[in-house]
């Protein structure tokens, strides 16, 4: 949330503590509320928490026939399954492409529209008089555009042709190992229809692009005219209806598809909600005058636009502000009886809405008595401009359809620090809003599946929603299809993170069947990691692709320091992944990447170790990463701490930066030494700063250090800075699933929660209470002093890890002395639980 400049000031003079209770006053009194409902139980912050009710998409629309056209021998760049990180540029591959086809008319109806979107640009005939010659504006950030044209006056009872010469469209950058994602993505695609009635009205097709159309690269004479002779023709190739698949809705493909009719680009499972505005953040009336603001947030009645013509060519316009980041899509029902057209432009701040919006400003035409929807998106303001219409706009309503995953909230945390619980809920949220046509890394930017992203907010979705299909669905399109002959991503190091994410999802769901269907492909991307090896077992990228470990200098693009720490990763995915391959009963591949992971282990001490300081260089990301794999043992820590990750939270201004992304294994890093205390501060700073600085979902780049006026254009991440950046982020949720870990202290150790290690740590906190999901049912724990409280489901072991006073000290289990083990230097004694049941565990 942006604040006015002197509420910044206020919370930027304030702790972070003070900070956070400040923004969170303000965001309870600016929360918005389902539409068409009072202003009650606003200070919920996932308005979806409850989704019982929830109006499913496969119940409200239908997928349209039309269908993604090409030409049959095009797209060379889109076949085979390799991901390709190097795009047509806007000026390249220009070529021109012809489709025909033949279409019947029983009989010509008053109005009649064509519809045409994918190419930039096209020259369309019907029955061989020209009816169109469009371009669209390079420069918009759509990858594709919506062009109607009326044709009622070409169409004759009977047999018609439509002829198009196009030029491909403008794409959007995309990263898959789909070729049909690819396709969309690299603007390589055509759809069509045309609809009896007037622009903007939805009506059964006259017409529409299918498989039976034809295509050539090249235009014989006369080849426009509809007694044309295109026998010869080849057919089109077609990637199916423009919502026949989940990869359809990928990667702002289809963003520019808003004002399709009929067009959702919607999968399914998700559910909507219609969400009205909180707030009127500022408005512009010029000669115009509005009526009744008060239904924009939520009140009754039809908001009313007295529409004049301004002689400074400027139109009435309105900024609205949700409350708080949402996913969905602006929806207009207009109570007009004539067409109103107006411009809309989001921002997931205010800044980025008004300035610089990362979909552009784009018009919007609704139809008398009709619907009207922006792009798909993630947004907290909307600014509308009414451009043109009748004296008076109607609009029954303007809210927000908010498209969310019906998904419950399992997990659950709470302490005696309301900032940690709103932490801890603002990254569930953040979680949620990232679950859609898969689990992304964001909403608004990039819409796609990043392993390395999952690696973290699966984690959360694990704790705290318990799901499977999602999970399953995207890890599943990650590794791709058999064969793997490539990086997942087309990135080292996330292949890696395929497997530490797939090993933490099986510790909590003990899905074989997901294991077993993925065996065969996990074991050939081990194979394709091991051949990046040189003889002195170090990766030596032969591949020669592009390295990944964060967005900071050195450690991305292929540097000694992106090598070493993709080293560590690798390590880490080897032992994850032969525990995964003993666990489907296949020893031998198991045996192999254990002894594999072993000889990394090896090298990495001999070539990447400076013996000087004990540590694996200088960088927070580096080190973090060589104790969470166990490349460095309990023998390394001390050098590591003192040297290196001691220094978080306490180095300002500096270059180096780290993403919230890799912050999550730099303080998993320091709980694993034992600095949790250390890690819980930074969370505070660092997430609580994010808070504090008026966020409602973690943002995917921050540094407190960077700078407060005009925040977001200060954001800095894939090497660069910008309005760009992304306000919801999936791998900025970390320190929910850090909080569960490390403060509850739960850690599934057998698959499917069969065994549990539990280990509280309150860290001066008075209590701290939560909840996870397993497959036997909730496992619920509460640390409060030295006694841990603990409801075990049935089908779950857990070793409990109690708090002593001394060398010695007893443990009792409901009052009972009990046998336990010490650990931890006779600090804590474990105790194993086997039978389900309430205990409480306290020392004496």
């Known amino acids: 949330m942006e604040l006015s400049g002197v509420k910044m000031f206020r919370l930027r003079a304030l702790s972070t503590t003070a900070a956070i ?111 169109d010659e469009v371009s669209s504006d390079l ?29 491909r469209g403008r794409g959007v950058t995309g990263f898959a190992n789909s070729a049909l994602v ?48 295109d026998a010869s023709w080849k057919p089109v190739r077609s990637i199916g209806g423009i919502e026949s698949s989940i990869e359809l809705f990928q990667w702002n493909a289809d963003a520019g598809l808003y004002d399709w009719p009929g067009y959702d680009g919607i999968s399914p499972f998700l559910a909507h909600k219609s969400v009205a505005a909180s707030t009127i953040r500022s408005s512009y009336t010029g000669r115009s005058h509005f009526e009744n603001e008060a239904a924009l947030t939520g009140g009754s009645g039809e908001f009313v636009v007295k529409f004049a013509a301004d002689s400074t060519g400027a139109a009435p316009s309105l900024l609205l502000d949700f409350g708080r ?169 996330y292949s890696s993170y395929w497997f530490t994410q797939v090993a933490e999802y099986y510790r909590h769901t003990g899905s074989k069947e997901f294991l077993a269907r993925t065996h065969d492909r996990a074991v050939q991307l081990l194979e394709h990691i091991d051949a990046e090896f040189d003889e002195h077992d170090l990766y030596a990228n032969k591949t020669k692709v592009w390295l990944y470990v964060d967005w900071s200098p050195e450690l991305n693009g292929d540097t000694p320091e992106s090598r070493r720490a993709s080293e560590f ?59 969470l794999s166990g490349i460095a043992g309990p023998e390394r820590y001390e050098a590591i701490w003192s040297n290196v990750l001691s220094k978080v939270g306490h180095t300002k201004y ?43 979902s973690f943002w995917e780049a921050y540094d407190p250090d960077w700078y407060k006026e005009d925040f977001h254009s200060s954001l800095q991440s894939d090497n660069r800075s910008g309005y760009f950046v992304s306000l919801a982020h999936g791998w900025s949720s970390g320190p929910t699933a850090w909080l569960m870990e490390e403060v509850l202290g739960i850690h599934a150790t057998g698959a499917g929660f069969s065994e549990v290690s539990i280990r509280p740590e309150l860290l001066g906190l008075e209590f701290a209470r939560g909840a996870e999901p397993t497959p036997h049912g909730l496992l619920k724990v509460e640390a409060k002093g030295r006694a841990i409280t603990v409801d075990l489901p049935d089908g779950v072991t857990a070793n409990v890890s109690v708090p002593t006073a001394n060398t010695g000290a007893t443990v009792s289990v409901n009052g009972k002395a009990a046998d336990s083990t010490e650990s931890e230097a006779g600090t804590r004694g474990i105790v194993r639980l086997s039978q389900a049941g309430h205990y409480v565990l306290e020392s004496h």
């Open 182 to 229: 690819r396709q969309q993505t690299f603007g390589q695609v055509l759809v069509a229809k045309i609809l009896p009635a007037a622009k903007g009205v939805e009506a059964q097709p006259l017409m529409i692009s299918d498989a039976s159309w034809k295509s050539r690269e090249d235009a014989p004479k006369d080849w426009e005219r509809g007694d044309f002779n």
């Open 569 to 627: 990763e690798f390590y880490r995915a080897y032992r994850e992944g032969a525990w995964l391959l003993r666990e489907t009963g296949d020893t031998a591949n198991a045996e192999k990447y254990e002894k594999r992971a072993a000889a990394i282990k090896i090298a990495a001490d001999k070539y990447l170790l400076d013996p000087a300081t004990g540590t694996y260089g200088p960088r927070w990301q580096t080190n973090a990463m060589a104790v």
């Open 654 to 696: 500096s270059g180096l930066i780290i993403s919230p992304y890799y912050n999550y294994y730099v303080i998993s890093a320091m709980a694993k030494m034992g600095h949790r205390k250390e890690a819980l501060d930074w969370i505070r700073t660092y997430w609580g700063g994010m808070i504090a600085e008026g966020a409602t």
């Open 325 to 493: 980041e949402i996913t969905g899509r602006l929806e207009i029902e207009s109570a007009s009886d004539t067409p109103v057209r107006m411009t809309f432009q989001y921002g997931e701040s205010e800044s980025e809405a008004t300035k610089a919006p990362y979909l552009g400003v784009n018009v919007l035409t609704i139809a008398p008595q009709g619907v009207g929807h922006g792009s798909k998106t993630a947004f907290r303001y909307v600014k509308l401009q009414f451009l043109d219409g009748p004296a008076e706009m109607r609009f029954k309503s303007i809210h927000v359809d908010h498209i969310f995953y019906p998904v419950t909230y399992q997990g659950s945390f709470e302490s005696s620090d309301p900032d940690l619980n709103r932490i801890w809920e603002t990254g569930s949220y953040t979680a949620h809003l990232c679950m859609q046509d898969g689990l992304w890394d964001a909403s608004k930017r990039d819409r796609g599946r990043w392993s390395g992203d999952n690696d973290v907010s699966g984690r959360v979705v694990d704790d705290v929603f318990g799901d499977h299909y999602l999970m399953e669905d995207t890890m599943d399109r990650l590794i791709g299809e058999a064969p793997v002959t490539q990086h997942v991503n087309g990135i080292p190091g």
């Open 139 to 167: 420069s918009s950030p759509l990858g594709m555009h919506v062009f109607a044209t009326d044709v009622a006056k070409l169409l004759k009872p009977g047999r018609n042709v439509i002829a198009l010469e196009v030029i």
């Open 21 to 131: 209770m400040c923004a969170s006053t303000v965001l309870a009194q600016d929360l918005p509320v389902e539409h068409g409902t009072s202003k009650a139980n606003v200070s919920q912050l996932d308005l979806a928490r409850d989704a019982s009710g929830a109006r499913l998409e496969k119940d409200m629309h239908s997928p349209l026939p039309e269908q993604y056209l090409w030409t049959a021998t095009a797209a060379p760049e889109a076949s085979g399954s390799a991901v390709i990180y190097t795009f047509p540029g806007v000026t390249e591959k220009t070529e021109k492409h012809y489709f025909r086809h033949t279409f019947d008319v029983t009989s010509v109806p008053a109005q009649a529209t064509l519809y045409v979107a994918g190419p930039r640009w096209e020259r369309v005939w019907i029955n061989g008089m020209l009816a």
